[in-house]
């Protein structure tokens, strides 16, 4: 069976590579997904873009066990040279755009939760989601699904990692501040000028650690990533605004992070666009992660961000395919990485849930 849902996994993998599937546009592949589950006389739902289904024998008063990844895609960027929206096979490569990010990853998911769907008597219940809009950390993806689905004791989500356990992964904060002096001339004397003023702060920003580090993650990794001021040559602005990206391990919550630099951060304001994508992990003592280290797998910390962030159950990402080709050019997935992810996926439950 496993052999049939591979080359079948592979099929639709193709199939979702041509079908365009932007962030909020994923209405054409869930309708592939929707078409996986009746092939397979799957009982499913759709909600929205989301398309996802229980095991056929879940039993209340079990643990339940999330297994998801995504369908939708970031745009192609400009340095293709190959089509994004073809699946190509050429030697051993699956290319296509989101085959990497997460295709692979999900339809390896598809198929594990597949092959467990008529078990009887699993020690979890299986929930699966194929989600909509995670590039996009979109209001109508997973996050809008936990209210939907049974309530969820523990996941796995399918980003590729080379299916090593990422057991921990890093939060998000997106901060905008505004710095303020006096505008003026640029022809007269100013000693309020917001620009230089700004040199300061960057360095106070470069220089600025948070203390607590985490063994798996490291530390907050905080990054000016955008700044911007003036309109004109002759005329000295009265603000800048500067754009700060905060990676948060997990000794941290997000709100400490927003409270931390409003506490200290020398802006006149600074304002998080959102505290809901916090870190995330799994204890290393977790059923899952020791069934995996058992079979080999190595454990280590994501620095990027998925769909984890919106759980606040324990969650393991795991999946085929290296986190270094997604959003790259002519992305692409090795075909016997989606072979070995299905088999994996499928032993690793079989020690858990059978």
């Given at each position: 069976?496993?052999?049939e849902?591979?080359q ?32 397979y ?18 039993e ?14 970031v ?14 096979v050429?030697d ?10 997460a295709?692979?990853c999900?339809?390896s ?5 597949t092959?467990?769907y ?11 989601v ?15 699904m936990?209210?939907v689905?049974?309530?969820i004791?523990?996941a796995?989500?399918g980003e590729p ?16 501040a505004v ?10 004397p ?53 754009v700060i990206?905060?990676r ?7 709100a ?9 951060a ?6 998080p ?10 204890p290393?003592d977790?059923?899952l992660v ?12 994501s ?14 990402k ?7 080709r ?11 990485e989606i ?6 996926y ?9």
């Amino acid at each position: 069976m496993i052999q049939e849902l591979t080359q079948d996994a592979i099929a639709l993998l193709k199939q979702l590579i041509e079908t365009q599937s932007f962030s909020s546009e994923e209405d054409q592949t869930a309708s592939h997904i929707e078409a996986w589950f009746k092939r397979y006389d799957i009982e499913y739902k759709r909600t929205k873009n989301n398309v996802w289904a229980v095991n056929k024998y879940f039993e209340e008063g079990n643990p339940t066990l999330l297994l998801n990844s995504h369908h939708d895609t970031v745009r192609p960027n400009s340095a293709y040279t190959k089509d994004p929206f073809k699946a190509i096979v050429e030697d051993g490569k699956l290319y296509g755009l989101g085959s990497n990010d997460a295709g692979g990853c999900l339809v390896s998911l598809l198929a594990t939760f597949t092959y467990y769907y008529h078990h009887k008597k699993l020690k979890y219940n299986l929930v699966i989601v194929a989600s909509a809009e995670e590039e996009s950390s979109g209001p109508n993806g997973l996050n809008s699904m936990l209210s939907v689905i049974p309530k969820i004791d523990v996941a796995i989500v399918g980003e590729p990692t080379l299916m090593n356990l990422a057991i921990a992964e890093k939060g998000l904060v997106v901060f905008d501040a505004v710095i303020t002096g006096t505008p003026s001339h640029a022809a007269h004397p100013n000693d309020d000028n917001v620009i230089y003023k700004a040199i300061d702060v960057l360095q106070w920003f470069k220089d600025f650690k948070f203390e607590k580090g985490s063994e798996a993650l490291g530390d907050v990794k905080l990054t000016v990533s955008q700044i911007n001021a003036g309109k004109q040559h002759n005329a000295v602005p009265a603000d800048l605004n500067l754009v700060i990206d905060v990676r948060v391990n997990d000794a941290y919550t997000n709100a400490e992070i927003d409270k931390i630099l409003q506490d200290n951060a020398p802006v006149t304001s600074i304002t998080p666009r959102s505290l809901r994508l916090n870190s995330s992990s799994i204890p290393t003592d977790h059923a899952l992660v020791k069934a995996g280290i058992d079979m080999g797998r190595s454990t280590y910390g994501s620095p990027t961000l998925s769909d984890q962030a919106v759980l606040s159950c324990p969650s393991l990402k795991l999946g085929p395919g290296d986190s270094t080709r997604s959003h790259s050019a002519d992305e692409f997935i090795y075909l016997n990485e989606i072979e070995e992810g299905i088999k994996i996926y499928v032993e690793l439950l079989n020690r858990v849930i059978v």
